[in-house]
């Protein structure tokens, strides 16, 4: 069997319903969803499969629901013997994967996911900041643009957040500077600049005392060396041990997310060019693929996509990439082309 790394969704990925199959097929799924609901005082699996989608998408709401269903989808997984070699998860993902790594108890990350969702809402005020994602620009320019804005000392601050993959990087900031960037953005040559719909704006300066406040916490909570490596969403590197993971927890809410370069990580430095993402919606699938477009690609999130992808491993179904190329070069016809579509783009976002 190919080794297979495990990636988990961030914030944005919820939906109204995401794990209610996999609670009703598997008993080791409800007894998740009960010890969640148990930690957190009020009922995941109801809010989770009935929202209201208003609640739900409340950020210290969104990220444990998030991570239980991530766990479900890990938790599935496992029991058909499927297991990864290697583990990362995108922000609030990274919680999901430090759980499937047996690095912090999924008791604890429950907790830690409200907390953190309750930190970083508390800090900025609604309206003064927000994000947005820029398409089709190469991520110096982006850089430069953000650098620009924020030390010219009239519109405010603003800085990248996600390095997602090439061709798609989103911003954070105060508003005036975010939008003052867009607009930069546009006249360098960006295909689109796009505001996006979240609460509070993570991975900047802006959450500097919420990393603070959020260290603090984290004392409180135990974390053991991984049993499975991790790829650390700060600086891409891949992590054993545990005060390495503890600092990373920190860094990340007011540091950029480096996801494109997580997943270069992986297979450069392990080989490995099997993912599935582990939990709702596929908005990571399209990410690897624009970063890694031989990468083979899979998720779960219910009993369809759970069949599908068991059955496509554990039968080889899927081509590998050299296999194609090979057919390509027999008949002399170029590969095609594939782009995914984002949720930013007219799609849904799972």
Not at 148 to 165: E, L, Q, R
Not at 250 to 263: A, F
Not at 271 to 281: L, M, R, S, T, Y
Request: with cysteine; aromatic share 8%.
């Amino acid at each position: 069997m190919r080794k297979i790394a495990f990636v988990f969704p961030g914030q944005g990925s919820q939906y109204v319903g995401m794990g209610m199959e996999l609670f009703e097929k598997f008993d080791a799924v409800k007894k998740l969803y009960a010890e969640a609901s148990d930690a957190l005082g009020y009922d995941v699996a109801n809010l989770s499969f009935n929202g209201p989608a208003e609640e739900l998408n409340m950020t210290y709401r969104a990220q444990p629901c998030i991570l239980v269903a991530s766990i479900a989808a890990f938790t599935a997984l496992t029991s058909k013997k499927i297991k990864p070699s290697i583990l990362a998860g995108h922000s609030l993902g990274e919680y999901s994967a430090l759980v499937a790594a047996g690095s912090i108890s999924f008791k604890d990350a429950v907790k830690l996911t409200e907390i953190r969702g309750r930190i970083m809402q508390d800090e900025v005020p609604a309206g003064k900041g927000m994000m947005a994602a820029i398409l089709g620009l190469d991520r110096k320019i982006i850089d430069d643009i953000c650098f620009i804005i924020s030390n010219n000392g009239s519109s405010g601050y603003v800085s990248v957040a996600n390095y997602n993959c090439p061709g798609q990087i989103v911003i954070s900031g105060e508003t005036l500077a975010v939008q003052n960037a867009m607009e930069e953005a546009k006249k360098a040559g960006a295909k689109k600049a796009v505001p996006l719909a979240l609460s509070v704006p993570p991975h900047c300066r802006l959450m500097d005392n919420a990393a603070k406040r959020f260290e603090e916490t984290l004392k409180d909570f135990k974390i053991k060396n991984p049993k499975v490596s991790i790829v650390s969403n700060t600086d891409a590197k891949i992590l054993n041990k545990a005060k390495d993971i503890r600092k990373s927890l920190v860094l990340q809410l007011n540091n950029p997310v480096m996801w494109e370069d997580c997943i270069r990580t992986i297979v450069d430095k392990t080989k490995i060019k099997d993912f599935i993402e582990v939990g709702p919606g596929k908005v990571l699938t399209g990410l690897i693929k624009r970063i890694e477009p031989d990468a083979i690609t899979y998720n779960t999130e219910n009993m369809e996509s759970l069949n599908k992808t068991i059955s496509e491993i554990k039968s080889s179904k899927k081509t590998d990439s050299s296999e194609l190329d090979q057919v390509v070069k027999k008949f002399k016809k170029p590969a095609p082309a594939w782009y995914p579509n984002y949720s930013w783009e007219g799609e849904p976002g799972r």
